[in-house]
């Protein structure tokens, strides 16, 4: 019996900042929610794509050759191998299409990393913690 996801209900489970949670699985990828605000941290993901939907509110990614403004509705695919930077001045949630080996921070480790077990909602979520 398939169950539709109600996207939005889904960030009831959310509270932490930049805790990205993972909600479902299409092959080798996963689909994640997070809640943004604040700076998080220039990175790239050598190998992998990765795709932001905005679900409310607004945020930017910054990119070395500038930067792209998300809405609701509205998505972007950020090429592998593309240093970004999300960036939410007020609250804003979103949706992710991470492959499943995809570190969410990249080549860089920080305060905010994540592990999958976290994401998966196998191990406790810690609060967020500054870059
Ligand atoms: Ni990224």
């Known amino acids: 019996m398939l169950i539709p996801v109600n996207i939005e209900s889904r960030f009831d489970d959310v509270t932490a900042l930049w805790s990205p949670k993972v909600i479902g699985r299409v092959n080798d990828q996963y689909v994640k929610i997070a ?40 998505f972007v695919v950020v090429p592998r191998g593309v240093r970004h930077n999300p960036v939410a001045a007020e609250e804003c949630w979103v949706m992710l299409i991470e492959t499943v080996t995809t570190k969410h921070t990249g080549d860089v480790t920080t305060g905010r990393t994540r592990s999958i077990e976290e994401q998966l909602g196998e191990a406790p979520t810690r609060p967020a913690e500054s870059a």
Not at 39 to 48: I, Q, Y
Not at 53 to 67: A, H, T
């Open 35 to 74: 809640r943004l605000q604040g700076e998080f941290v220039w990175h790239a993901h050598e190998d992998e794509d990765e795709l932001f939907l905005v679900v409310r509110g607004s945020m930017r990614i910054q990119l070395e050759d500038g930067e792209v403004t998300l809405r609701p509705g509205e």
